[in-house]
């Protein structure tokens, strides 16, 4: 189980902090990039792609808030011993006062 709950915590991490470099410059490309060139950007923070009228493409991320959030609520939670339980909650967007 740590093992997942490390992994969890970098893709947390990598929403967070993570560049988006390569997904602006796939915007501004005037052709699409072949599948060798797409294989190695990193595009870990968008959430979707779809091409628009006109020719443009839209990119959306993930939300840097919300992984910034779950992360503060993983750190705080070992103050209180509920650390893994608290990660799930978090995780899973449970929040006690959205009822």
Known sequence: MQDRTEQV???LGALAFGK?????RLVF???VPSPQVLARMNLFNVSSIK???GGGVEVQFFDRQK???RL??????GQNGQT???LLEALAGSDPDEV
Do not use: F, I, P, T
Not at 20 to 24: C, K, L, S
């Open 20 to 24: 988006v470099n390569d997904a602006v």
């Open 72 to 77: 503060y609520d993983y750190a705080h939670a």
């Open 9 to 11: 915590l970098e893709g």
């Open 67 to 69: 992984a910034l959030e």
């Open 84 to 86: 893994a339980e608290s």
């Open 51 to 53: 091409r628009v009228k």
């Open 29 to 31: 490309c005037e052709e």
